[in-house]
């Protein structure tokens, strides 16, 4: 059984089960496009579903939303590949859960930044979110609030996801990626708090399994360290991990 067919498998299934659920419901309610389900359900897509498109699916179809349930609750090509995908989150305890609202508000960067700082364990303010984003920061901050995204508590003036552990859109959030790269401070290198290395070389299949497997190590306890009461601060520090060839990405269509 490949990926798209045990997807539709899947998609199948819950249309028989549920006589009553539209195309277009389902696709609402996973954030998947209506005309990317069609093509699951006539078999008529080329290449597999990018892997958000699969998440979105079987989250929405199990009304599973923690990662880790749902890697071990997943088998054959979509257990695969959630585990491939998404496993570091789901690893060590750490119970990251994929949202469609979060997916559908933090799509413009300013929102997105505001919501980080609010996910982390100390929380956000109203006046770092002013000298960072500005009055558009403080407009994109309502919004979230009115969603009941964020929430503020007033007697200590700090701002807090209602969220704090979750996956997003990996496209969605590739987007963002500049936006966080222009954080990196080269000039504050003497204050010992960034670093930078970028490495590239030709490897082989065998090569590249490797470095992924030091990367996803390292992920794994840069996560333990984060989620420490030991190392708990007011820094809102980032890490970016990332791996990729340096050859341009296919166009993958309708399932972008």
Do not use: W
């Amino acid at each position: 059984m490949t990926l798209t067919t045990q997807l539709k498998e899947l998609v199948d299934n819950y249309f028989v089960q549920h006589p009553h659920m539209s195309m277009n419901a389902l696709a609402n309610k996973s954030g998947v496009g209506a005309t990317t389900l069609r093509r699951i359900r006539s078999n008529s897509i080329k290449g597999d579903p990018v892997p958000h498109t699969v998440l979105g699916l079987v989250s929405s179809i199990t009304k599973e939303k923690r990662l880790s349930i749902l890697i071990k609750k997943c088998e054959g090509p979509i257990g695969e590949l959630l585990k491939e995908t998404f496993g570091p989150y789901a690893e060590e305890g750490i119970t990251h859960q994929y949202s469609e609202d979060l997916n559908y508000y933090l799509k413009d960067s300013t929102s997105y930044f505001i919501y980080k700082l609010a996910a982390n364990r100390c929380g956000t303010s109203r006046f770092e979110i002013q000298d960072n984003y500005g009055r558009l920061g403080l407009k994109k901050l309502e919004e979230l609030m009115n969603a009941g995204l964020i929430t503020e508590k007033k007697e200590e003036e700090k701002l807090h996801a209602t969220r704090k552990d979750y996956a997003l859109d990996v496209n969605m959030v590739a987007n963002h990626m500049p936006q966080l790269v222009s954080h990196y401070k080269p000039e504050e290198i003497s204050e010992g708090n960034n670093l930078f290395y970028t490495m590239s070389e030709g490897l082989n299949e065998d090569g590249i399994k490797k470095v992924k497997e030091v990367q996803k190590e390292a992920i794994k306890k840069i996560m333990i360290i984060m989620q420490s009461p030991f190392y708990e601060g007011n820094i809102p520090y980032f890490t970016l991990d990332m791996a990729d060839t340096l050859k341009m990405p296919k166009i993958k269509g309708a399932l972008q």
